[in-house]
């Protein structure tokens, strides 16, 4: 099992909302000479930071692991943060939030061991 949040969905309120995030909708990639495999899922509408998003998960097998990427996108196009996992342990993460920044790398035990924050 790979890890990251548990997901806290909520109903779409409007139908530009479901048009937005279609709440169920999966894709799925291989790559037909090595195998690796991603599949993308749409969780559903979630509010991250105070915003309303659409919450996606991309689940990644590769010969080096499972990988997992959850993304979060609001419908502004003023939110955007992303998640990337290594087996349970978070190992980095994006934020966009307006005019701020933050990228934040975490090492084999999860501890934090960068960070970094743009303000515009």
């Given at each position: 099992?790979?890890?990251?949040?548990?997901?806290?969905?909520?109903?779409?309120?409007t139908?530009?909302?479901?048009?937005?995030?279609p709440?169920?909708?999966?894709?799925?990639?291989?790559?037909?000479?090595?195998?690796?495999?991603?599949?993308?899922?749409?969780?559903?509408?979630?509010?991250?930071?105070?915003v309303?998003?659409c919450r996606?998960?991309?689940?990644m097998?590769?010969?080096?692991?499972?990988?997992?990427?959850?993304?979060?996108?609001?419908?502004?196009?003023?939110?955007?943060h992303w998640?990337?996992?290594?087996?349970?342990?978070?190992?980095?993460?994006?934020t966009?939030?307006?005019?701020?920044?933050?990228?934040?790398?975490y090492?084999?035990?999860?501890?934090?061991i960068?960070?970094?924050?743009?303000?515009?």
């Amino acid at each position: 099992m790979i890890g990251g949040p548990e997901n806290g969905q909520e109903a779409p309120q409007t139908a530009e909302e479901e048009d937005f995030c279609p709440q169920g909708e999966t894709r799925t990639y291989t790559n037909p000479q090595t195998g690796e495999r991603a599949e993308m899922h749409v969780d559903g509408i979630e509010t991250r930071d105070g915003v309303r998003t659409c919450r996606w998960t991309m689940d990644m097998t590769a010969e080096d692991g499972e990988f997992r990427m959850i993304m979060y996108d609001g419908m502004d196009g003023d939110y955007l943060h992303w998640e990337w996992y290594k087996g349970d342990l978070l190992r980095g993460s994006y934020t966009i939030h307006g005019e701020q920044i933050s990228m934040r790398e975490y090492d084999e035990d999860g501890e934090l061991i960068d960070e970094i924050r743009i303000s515009g």
